[in-house]
């Protein structure tokens, strides 16, 4: 398996590994919704707000996972959010979203990102260091159906504590629906 920063120049797959692997395992309207997410991220986000990693086997894409940048209005942090992360179904259960995503939480600490939070399973995050956030500590964008799934992580010594002011995120996931 290799690992590369990058949607592998091909937008249209990289979207539709997301919108295939979500209408598997969640159904095929979770597949649309995650497919044309990506699709959002890729066309409306400015690159100094994005960072992509894939996982391939030989040309096969098998795993992949976007970081867009989220501000906080009075705090000095480079923050990133973890959104969406995709195992292409054949290879999931198999170590390639775990690897995926340490080879990018190191990458972005290797570029001054200090934290990254992500909405998810909190025992699948909780395998690369994710742990649970309390929004009264650390704001979401938006109203969380599921509160448990909100987890952080420093990418520095210093442990997360709370964000000062209310949360920005990119255009893609200013739709309250995903939230």
Do not use: N
Not at 90 to 115: N, Y
Request: net charge negative.
């Amino acid at each position: 398996m290799e690992i590369s920063a990058g949607y592998a120049g091909d937008a249209e797959r990289f979207a539709g590994l997301f919108a295939d692997s979500f209408a598997v395992s969640e159904g095929p309207d979770e597949g649309t919704l995650i497919g044309s997410l990506v699709r959002d991220i890729l066309a409306r986000t400015d690159p100094g707000d994005l960072y992509c990693f894939v996982a391939r086997d030989g040309e096969t894409l098998i795993g992949a996972v976007c970081f867009t940048r989220l501000r906080y209005v009075e705090d000095p942090r480079r923050v990133f959010l973890l959104s969406p992360m995709a195992v292409a179904p054949t290879q999931q259960r198999k170590g390639v979203g775990q690897r995926l995503i340490r080879r990018a939480l190191a990458k972005l600490s290797s570029v001054g990102v200090e934290a990254v939070l992500t909405y998810g399973d909190p025992a699948y995050y909780g395998r690369v260091g994710f742990a649970p956030i309390a929004e009264v500590a650390i704001a979401a964008p938006y109203p969380l159906t599921i509160p448990q799934g909100w987890l952080g992580q420093s990418l520095t010594p210093t442990p997360l504590g709370t964000f000062a002011g209310g949360p920005h995120c990119v255009a893609a996931f200013q739709r309250p629906e995903i939230w």
